[in-house]
């Protein structure tokens, strides 16, 4: 004869997940990585934007050491690497995808002068700066429209995907904000909206 199992020890048979349960599980961890990812995608573009005017400063600082010594504006940011900027990664943004490899023209050198690249404008060198009488043409750039406050260098990635080498104005359909290195050596930033004809220090934020 079977006995029956002793009291309190009934066999109990395992069973797997059914398909509803996964469902579930699925759509929960969907939801949670929909809300989490907008906050991990704007921290990371926050320390993108803090490492580029970390640069910008270093930058700001290379050039008044070599103004100091040589008593005129470098001729280009690709000047300073070497004895005012021992560090050429200093004058790549983060959030240039193309890491300062462009072909580069008067405004941006890209990687024409320095195997590491620019991401950087050069304001000093860009026609339209002194068309608009914010430098005087090379060699010698002056001290700038607005002394420490005139626009040294900026920074586009922040807003915009690629660059172009016959940028003449913000485009109109621009969204965003540029970040100027002043002559002074301080960061500040623009809209992008704002017509380039139109700029006065009072715009910076």
Excluded at 89 to 114: F, K, M, S, T, W
Aim: proline share 8%; charged share 20%; aromatic share 12%.
């Amino acid at each position: 004869m079977f006995e029956s199992p002793p009291s309190g020890r009934r066999h109990r048979s395992s069973r797997g997940f059914t398909l509803i349960e996964i469902l579930v599980v699925i759509a929960i961890v969907a939801a949670l990585t929909a809300l989490l990812f907008p906050a991990l995608w704007a921290a990371r573009a926050a320390a993108r934007r803090t490492a580029c005017i970390s640069n910008l400063r270093q930058i700001g600082l290379g050039v008044r050491m070599y103004v100091q010594d040589m008593d005129a504006y470098p001729p280009l940011l690709s000047a300073l690497v070497g004895t005012y900027a021992t560090e050429p990664r200093i004058l790549v943004c983060p959030n240039d995808g193309a890491r300062g490899q462009h072909a580069g023209n008067e405004r941006l050198e890209g990687n024409q002068y320095v195997p590491s690249g620019v991401s950087y404008d050069y304001v000093p060198r860009w026609n339209r700066a002194q068309q608009l009488g914010w430098w005087r043409p090379p060699p010698q750039y002056g001290e700038g429209k607005w002394g420490d406050l005139t626009p040294l260098a900026e920074c586009q990635w922040h807003w915009a995907r690629a660059f172009h080498a016959d940028w003449w104005d913000n485009a109109p359909d621009a969204r965003g904000w540029t970040l100027i290195l002043t002559a002074g050596g301080s960061v500040r930033k623009v809209r992008v909206e704002e017509p380039v004809a139109d700029f006065t220090p009072d715009l910076y934020r």
